[in-house]
């Protein structure tokens, strides 16, 4: 329990801190100007080295995972996403793996039957509530886009038409919105139900998708329920992406709320395991092709090695060889 409830609390504490400093205490500036600046630096810092850190270390082994026929003769049929073998290929399947968490959905569950019998089953739930959880995030994001230019970007202004299509409510839902909601919930409740994930699971865990949870939920507050100003929030960001400290406008403190929040998620990114963004670019088990038949890959920091053959050592020791009464190749 208390793996859950440490990181509830300190998401609470977290929505609460810029709540009361802008509130009572009027720290717009330092909520609105010097914090998201700051975690910005922190944030492109981290992540940069992150990746740098890992483009850095060697790789010297192929160790691409296959779960297809390699490129053999040429009558064999190979299948080229299961086991690339050109560079382009082994993209695909990092692609396939990015847009649509290909290896999750052959997920499977493990359950006892009748207590003895072990049975394997299919399981898509994660991978549909996975999908569903980052694209809708994405579209959100995305549709942000219209808060950082002077002219709202072709890509948003459709994304907002087509995330809009139901036009139930006044503002009108985005079915993004929806859709993370409840992708956010299913996460947190799988991790409840199941008595092996609960075990396997940590406050890390809990903490990244209670964080996003709130950015969502406070912002789903704000755009529909405790109505807040936009232009300002608008000014504030574009005077923000042009490296102006001026100060915010009158905006309500909410939204001080959620920018906090962004501002804690991006400085907790790159320390944690949402670094998963960048790192499965990275994954060598993924982005190499699967071509050691083809191709001998020599590891870069393997030392000389001085051989000696065999006709060499028969050169020095002949003679004692002879005299031992030892076989010898060359007289
Ligand atoms: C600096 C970054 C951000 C700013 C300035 C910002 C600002 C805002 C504002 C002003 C609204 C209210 C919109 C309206 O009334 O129409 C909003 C809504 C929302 N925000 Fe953010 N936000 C940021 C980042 C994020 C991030 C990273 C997420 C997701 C993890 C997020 C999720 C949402 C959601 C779900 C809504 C509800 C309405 C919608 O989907 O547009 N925001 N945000």
Known sequence: MKKVLMPLV??????????VAVEYGKLEYLFGVVIPYTAAVLFIAGFLYRIVDWLRRPVPFRIPTTAGQEKSLDWIRRNPIESPHRAWEAAARVLSEVLFFRSLFRNTRAELHKGTTLAYASNKWLWLGGLAFHWSLLVIVLRHARFFFVMVPGFADFLD????????????????????????????????????????????????????????????????????????????????????????????????????????????????????????????????????????????WNYDIKFRTYSEYEDDFREKMKKAKLPVEKQ
Do not use: W
Not at 165 to 172: I, Q
Not at 219 to 238: A, E, S, T, W
């Open 161 to 300: 038409h087509a995330d809009s299509f139901f036009d139930v409510t006044l503002p009108a839902l985005y079915l993004s919105d929806a859709v993370a909601l409840a992708a956010v919930t299913f996460l947190v409740a799988r991790r409840f139900a199941d008595a092996k994930v609960r075990l396997l699971s940590l406050p890390t865990d809990y903490f990244p998708l209670f964080l996003i949870g709130a950015i969502v939920t406070v912002g789903i507050l704000m755009r529909y329920i405790v109505r807040i100003n936009v232009m300002p929030v608008k000014d504030q960001m574009l005077s923000l992406v042009s490296l102006s400290f001026a100060p915010p406008g009158e905006i309500g403190s909410l939204f001080y709320v959620h920018l906090f929040l962004v501002s804690v998620l991006l400085v907790y990114f790159p320390l944690s395991k949402l670094m998963h963004m960048g790192g499965i670019f990275l994954s060598p088990t993924r982005n190499q092709c699967n071509n050691s038949r083809e191709k001998r890959h020599v590891n870069p």
């Open 10 to 19: 300190m998401v609470a504490v977290l929505a609460v801190i810029p709540y």
